[in-house]
């Protein structure tokens, strides 16, 4: 389960005149997720951010934050996933589906669907958390 916490970033949305919004707190904490993987770009000579002013840099993420906001709201279940390539898993997921189901079991599926994924295109998965949901899935189904 810690596996997947880390693994997994939460942004819970409520939905307001159409499209999704989010507390300030996490919309700053949103943010700062992509400020992060801005970084990591930078770091791996992959995005040249130190080219643009903060200003630019800034707007880019606010730009980003809302892009993918509108994604997760067009999508028929209203929740949405995503990886960085920072290794995390940006869940974004109405509130009320959040405080249902709860910030662990929505970490576990994304995560669990994550490695899925992962072992299905051939790439690096945790086989010992993968292991540990197919021992999950039976007694969950009972």
């Known amino acids: 389960m810690a596996q997947a916490q880390e693994a997994v970033f939460l942004v819970p949305a409520e939905e307001v005149a159409g499209r999704f919004t989010l507390a300030s707190d996490v919309l700053a904490a949103f943010r700062g997720e992509l400020q992060a993987f801005f970084r990591y770009l930078k770091d791996r000579g992959q995005l040249l951010t130190e080219l643009l002013s903060a200003t630019a840099r800034d707007q880019a993420v606010r730009q980003l934050a809302s892009n993918m906001l509108d994604e997760a709201y067009r999508a028929p279940s209203r929740a949405w996933m995503t990886s960085l390539p920072t290794g995390r898993q940006v869940v974004i997921a109405p509130s009320e589906l959040v405080a249902t189901m709860g910030f662990e079991r929505i ?4 995560h669990e669907r994550a490695i899925r994924s992962a072992q299905t295109a051939g790439r690096p998965f945790n086989a010992q958390a993968l292991a540990h949901y197919q021992s999950v899935k039976p007694m ?3």
């Open 107 to 110: 970490c576990q599926v994304a």
């Open 140 to 142: 969950e189904t009972a």
